[in-house]
């Protein structure tokens, strides 16, 4: 059974960091791309950022761009979200998934080609 697991979020005041971390079960995290979505509350669930896993393309979307990163950590053999400079806008329960093929030429990560949900990871901007 292909399972993802989440971690890492938190309460981090405005201009903070935290550390996503998705680890995989079943299945190595490797031969796929691996997306982080979010979703607030009263919102849609959006593709925040994407590692591809043939080329090591990335994509994040314009309103973390500049301060998410998204990495692989072989050692761990997670797909890592460096969060800085938190702002009150992201907080959201944060996802990872994974899909068979992406690419960034491909654009930003949909959804609905995602598959392997985790159950998410809170993350929260406040003061």
């Known amino acids: 059974q292909l399972q993802l697991v989440e971690s890492g979020g938190g309460l981090v005041q405005p201009g903070g960091s935290l550390r996503l971390s998705c680890a995989a079960s079943g299945f190595t995290l490797g031969y796929y791309a691996v997306g982080w979505f979010r979703q607030a509350p009263g919102k849609e669930r959006e593709g925040v950022s994407c590692?591809?896993?043939?080329?090591?393309?990335?994509y994040y979307a314009d309103s973390v761009k500049g301060r998410f990163t998204i990495s692989r950590n072989n050692a761990n053999h997670t797909v890592d979200l460096q969060m800085n400079s938190l702002k009150p806008e992201d907080t959201a329960e944060y996802y990872c998934?994974?899909?068979?093929?992406?690419?960034?030429?491909?654009?930003?990560?949909?959804?609905?080609?995602?598959?392997?949900w985790g159950q998410g990871t809170q993350v929260t901007v406040s003061s």
């Open positions: 590692i591809s896993s043939s080329d090591g393309s990335t």
């Open positions: 998934a994974v899909a068979g093929f992406w690419m960034s030429d491909y654009g930003p990560p949909r959804t609905r080609d995602f598959g392997s």
